[in-house]
């Protein structure tokens, strides 16, 4: 699948994609307590989109890294697509 094919409320999303960017990890506050978060650009040929990195995932990627994301789902954030991973889902740098 390529970026450009992603919609909101996409479930089960399987793409490969290079890391363009990596925003400094923040703390946030969730109802489960504090986490570490870090939003990661990915792109393709066809477009970009954000994936969010959650605690140690975030330590797994680097700039110019070739990653395949399996398993994900995307939600809208601020007007951007954002894609995440959930518990059953795969990061996997190449």
């Known amino acids: ?8 409320g996409m479930n ?4 490969q ?4 960017d ?3 990890p ?3 506050q969730t ?3 504090p986490r570490t978060v ?3 650009t990915l792109e393709d040929e066809s477009g970009q989109i954000s994936l969010s990195l ?4 975030i330590k797994s990627v680097s700039v110019g890294d070739n990653v395949t994301v399996s398993g994900g789902y995307v939600t809208q954030f601020r007007d951007k697509l954002q894609l995440n991973i959930p518990k059953a889902g795969k990061l996997q740098v190449e």
Request: aromatic share 6%; proline share 0%.
């Open 54 to 57: 959650w605690g140690e995932a």
């Open 31 to 33: 109802r489960y307590g």
């Open 12 to 15: 089960d999303i399987n793409i």
């Open 26 to 28: 923040r703390d946030v």
């Open 1 to 8: 699948m390529k970026i450009s094919d992603i919609k909101v």
């Open 22 to 24: 990596i925003s400094a």
């Open 38 to 40: 870090a939003d990661i």
């Open 17 to 20: 994609a290079k890391v363009a």
